[in-house]
C-alpha cells in the first residue's frame, strides 16, 4: 500500500468507523482532502477509483488489519496528520462519541501516536467545534 492510498484508508475509516457511510461523512471526508496534495490534482474518476480500492480492501481485510497496513505506509508526521484528520472528521458532528473515543485511542495507537500527542490533536478539534454561545444561552437561561 502507498501512502496516497494509506492517508486515504485511515480517513474512510474514520467516516463509516459504524460500518454506515452517510451522506454527510463523505462530503466531510471528501472536504478534508480536496485541498491536500495529491488529491486536490486528482480527477473526480481518480478519488472514485481510489475509494473504490479503499473499500475493497476494508471488506477482504477488515478494518484493523486495513489500518494496521495503513500504519507501516505513512512517515511519522503523515500518521500525525492522518490521526488530525480522522479525529476531526469524527469530532465534527458533535462530541466524539465513546465508540469514536475508543476508536480513536485504537488508530493512535497503530500509528505510533502517544497518548499525549493525540490529546494535543484532540484538544484542538474540541475548540474549533466548541459552541459560540454558552450553554446557559441556548437552554433559554438569561
Given at each position: 500500500?502507498?501512502?496516497?492510498?494509506?492517508?486515504?484508508?485511515?480517513?474512510?475509516?474514520?467516516?463509516?468507523?459504524?460500518?454506515?457511510?452517510?451522506?454527510?461523512?463523505?462530503r466531510a471526508f471528501r472536504h478534508a482532502l480536496d485541498y491536500r496534495e495529491p488529491y486536490c490534482r486528482m480527477s473526480?474518476?481518480?478519488?472514485?477509483?481510489?475509494?473504490?480500492?479503499?473499500?475493497?480492501?476494508?471488506?477482504?481485510?477488515?478494518?484493523?488489519?486495513?489500518?494496521?497496513?495503513?500504519?507501516?505506509?505513512?512517515?511519522?508526521?503523515?500518521?500525525?496528520?492522518?490521526?488530525?484528520?480522522?479525529?476531526?472528521?469524527?469530532?465534527?458532528?458533535?462530541?466524539?462519541?465513546?465508540?469514536?473515543?475508543?476508536?480513536?485511542?485504537?488508530?493512535?495507537?497503530?500509528?505510533?501516536?502517544?497518548?499525549?500527542?493525540?490529546?494535543?490533536?484532540?484538544?484542538?478539534?474540541?475548540?474549533?467545534?466548541?459552541?459560540?454561545?454558552?450553554?446557559?444561552?441556548?437552554?433559554?437561561?438569561?
Open positions: 500500500m502507498n501512502d496516497v492510498t494509506a492517508f486515504a484508508a485511515v480517513g474512510l475509516t474514520a467516516v463509516s468507523w459504524d460500518d454506515t457511510l452517510s451522506r454527510a461523512g463523505a473526480e474518476n481518480e478519488v472514485v477509483l481510489l475509494m473504490d480500492a479503499v473499500l475493497a480492501m476494508r471488506l477482504e481485510k477488515g478494518t484493523k488489519a486495513l489500518m494496521l497496513e495503513a500504519a507501516k505506509a505513512l512517515t511519522v508526521d503523515q500518521a500525525l496528520t492522518a490521526y488530525a484528520m480522522a479525529s476531526e472528521l469524527m469530532r465534527s458532528d458533535g462530541p466524539y462519541s465513546a465508540e469514536e473515543r475508543r476508536r480513536l485511542d485504537l488508530l493512535a495507537l497503530m500509528l505510533s501516536i502517544s497518548q499525549v500527542e493525540a490529546e494535543r490533536i484532540d484538544s484542538v478539534f474540541e475548540l474549533l467545534h466548541a459552541p459560540l454561545v454558552p450553554a446557559l444561552l441556548v437552554n433559554g437561561a438569561p
